[in-house]
């Protein structure tokens, strides 16, 4: 399966990764290749065969609804890059 | 004879008979970092002062006649993708640089309740993606057995600073071989917990339905003293196992006499190393002799592993590695016009090549029109390679395999070519698809003195047999025994 360079650049676009160029033609390339050998998973008959999303093998437990101590304001703030007051600083949103 | 040459066990009954005292034990381990570490660079950073007031305070505790368990005051170090509160931890990621956790993963509190310094965070692949220690953005690990060869990874320094003594034990994680691949090729022990058995919390995601963190130490004992610490249920990871928590080192000496144990055909693949295939057929008819029963069985899918993890585990990591976007921790790239500019530039600026392979391999399987074809389908033959696992595991207590196709290979060697790395797993990511407990064990040598490692698969929470079994051997030979030229 090749894969296109438009391709790429739509893919890039959904993972917010800004790739140059020559970075969007070496993934062409390359996931090009890795598409075409996991392309050996369509050769099986699958049909009727659940999915596993997770490997667990003992049974999930979910702990009590309870209230605890979390982080404080400024801890939870103390690696941004930037801060404002009590909020993670940005550039703006609206373009 | 170093102190630094003495096992974790060893070093503990010396601890315990006041022979020696934990700040010379983590003091030997310092000076043997600055002796050795500009060679391996097993370390990406150091916690002398952490370090040094926790072996302090164990030597208090022995001083006043107790301690905190039979570990106390023996100095190990951590993978950097375990967060370890105060202390920077960057997943060997540019993205993370300067990240200073505010809380200690599970694993990492359990250590420290143990009474056990931590002496720093440990070099590997970046967000444990490769297998060779080379996508690390902060520069490879050596292996201590030649140093222009690869330690193995992800979990490259955890094992290098074992087999270069820089300390007593180490955690790692594996998604798919990085704590038994790195072990096999430093000659040391690596185990890969039943997933569940060891908590998750505080372990940077790469796919969560499979990232197993786990011990590796220089001998089997010393990794079944260890996974006693870490292994029990945490509350603060929903799919940690409420299950019960043998004694590790109980039946440890028990053999393998009656026991069978499953040869699979197909993982003796063309490709392998013949010296690899040789030191694994000599282990097997070593287990015969020592009174097991090898039994021939067969896992049909499993050359559909390798396609079936390089699906799922990208898409997951696609997901998880979302996060790292510039806004609350970690880089960010400067002078960004908006916000979809500043996640863009943050992330390519800050995301290494083979990160960027596997966000944008499991952006694509996950995206509109393809989700069925490879997703959804990968999951589908996930659960054909567990079913496998299950009826071999319904005839035989455990089965016996290469953990690698070849030895250490060297740096540089494989790192432009993404398909014929990824093939350095194809023995060890069926037990992360099958969330089965899996051992590396060093089984011999080539002859040009590279490390080989036998890999057993158990079943779910059998970690105690896997152990057994692996002692079995190591009692009848001396590699573990062997230290690195260095």
Sequence with gaps: ?95 | MRLTDLTLLELAEKLASGQTSSVEATRACLARIAQVDGKVKAFLRLDERGALAAAEASDARRASGTHLGPLDGVPVAVKDIFLTEGVETTCASRVLQGFIPPYDATVVALLKQAGMPIVGKLNQDEFAMGSSNESSAYGPCHNPWDLERTPGGSSGGSAAALAAREVFGTLGTDTGGSIRQPAALTNTVGLKPTYGRVSRYGVIAYASSLDAPGPMGRTVGDVAALLQVLARHDPLDSTSAAVDVPDYRADLEGGVAGLKLGVPREYFVEGMDPEVEAAVRAALAAYERLGATLVDVSLPHTKYALATYYLLAPAEASSNLARYDGVRYGFRARESKGLKELYGQTRDQGFGPEVKRRVMLGTYALSAGYYDAYYIRAQKVRTLIREDFTRAFSQVDAILTPTSPVPAFKLGEKVDDPLSMYLMDVCTLPCNLAGLPGLSLPCGFTRAGLPVGLQLMGRPFDEAKLLRIARAFEREHDFTRRLAPI
Excluded: C, W
Excluded at chain 1, 84 to 91: C, D, E, L, Y
């Design chain 1, 1 to 95: 399966m090749k894969l296109s360079v438009e391709q790429v650049r739509h893919v890039a676009t959904l993972a917010r990764l800004s790739l140059s160029s020559s970075e969007e033609e070496r993934y062409a390339e390359q996931l090009s290749a890795i598409l075409d050998a996991v392309a050996q998973l369509q050769e099986l008959d699958v049909s009727g065969v659940e999915p596993t999303s997770h490997a667990s093998l003992a049974s999930a437990l979910l702990r009590e609804d309870a209230p605890k101590p979390s982080l404080t304001p400024d801890q939870a703030l103390a690696n941004a890059p930037a801060r404002g007051g009590t909020s993670f600083a940005v550039p703006k949103i609206l373009e």
